[in-house]
């Protein structure tokens, strides 16, 4: 049986440098990243995430399986309001650590999984 690996398409995270992401050319702290590309972002503080500070990434089409949600340094949790707001539009939030989920990027990437995250700097 011949296995064949099979590479994703568009940006991946390639490592961390200071407090961001490095994404092909250039460093992010705060990052939106989806199969077709990645933005630096200004994410509010935690408590105040709204589906708006995310509205790149909903406009996808297809919608994302699911949002990779980077915290940062630790995990914290959302605002119920997000996570539900995400939920009623069939998108799942999967908060974690920031490397955390930079780490799982690559992975369901690899996957070709059609998957989302917003990255919060690593503090």
Known sequence: MKMERRSAE??????F????FKVDDGVYEG???SPERADGWSPPPIADLTPDDIAPLLALSPQPEFL???TGATL???PRAFTEALGA????????DSR?????????????????????PLD
């Open 10 to 15: 568009g940006p991946l995270i390639s490592g």
């Open 17 to 20: 440098s200071g407090r961001g």
């Open 31 to 33: 990052l939106l990243i």
């Open 68 to 70: 990779l949600l980077g």
């Open 76 to 78: 914290v949790r959302p």
């Open 89 to 96: 539009r069939g998108i799942g939030v999967e908060p974690m």
């Open 100 to 120: 955390a989920a930079a780490r799982a990027w690559g992975v369901l990437r690899a996957e070709l999984r059609w998957v989302a995250a917003a990255l919060y």
